[in-house]
């Protein structure tokens, strides 16, 4: 599956020209770092001095890299989110999206689910992505991810209309906007206590957190489905 070519949204900040000069293995520590500790504090609470220390920088150093915190933050959020897609992109790749449209998203669903049991480090920074409570970060934080969110979901949603897996009168914003809002819901659910009152997802194992998904991808776009057999986009 690939995204759809059109743009939406802004770019996220990206740091100056100096973090472009460091070494990789320098900017590597500074991200673990900061990753770690926006991860585990969140971005209010999180401490510059102990990035730098972790890091091995000053903090005079960090902000000839990034202008202010909440430049770090969006841009280890930006970079998280990239990966992720390219994750998900690569694991969609082979999946029979023009014969089994509906089947090929809940493999999606199960990829994505899967994703955040392996690689705790991204799923903190979904945590502060979505979970923030500064309303500046989570603002800026959110202009970054939902780049990635609409051309992924919204190119999927568009595959199904344009093979006719997808009715034609189906309201394409409105199914995309609550995929995008099922999916942290659904990534965090397992390792977050709290966020589901409902479908046993906290603490669960990821088989169970799969079958969740699949339910209720099958609720948003199972109205929608009106064929298996598709027609030339």
Known sequence: MRASSH????VAPLPTPTWERLPEAKRDAVRRAAEEEFGVRGYNAASLNTICREAGISKGSLFQYFPDKSDLFVHLIARASHDIRAAMEVASADFPWMTDYLGSVKMLMDAWIDYF?????????LVSANLEHNPKALAAVREA???DYLEVIGGMVDIGLAIGALREDTDRDALVAAIIMLLPHIALGPHVRGLDPLLGLAGSDRDHAMSVGRRLIQVLMGQYVIQSVPKEP
């Open 7 to 10: 743009e939406r949204g802004r």
């Open 117 to 125: 049991y392996d690689h705790p480090r991204h799923r903190q920074m």
């Open 145 to 147: 991810v939902y780049v």
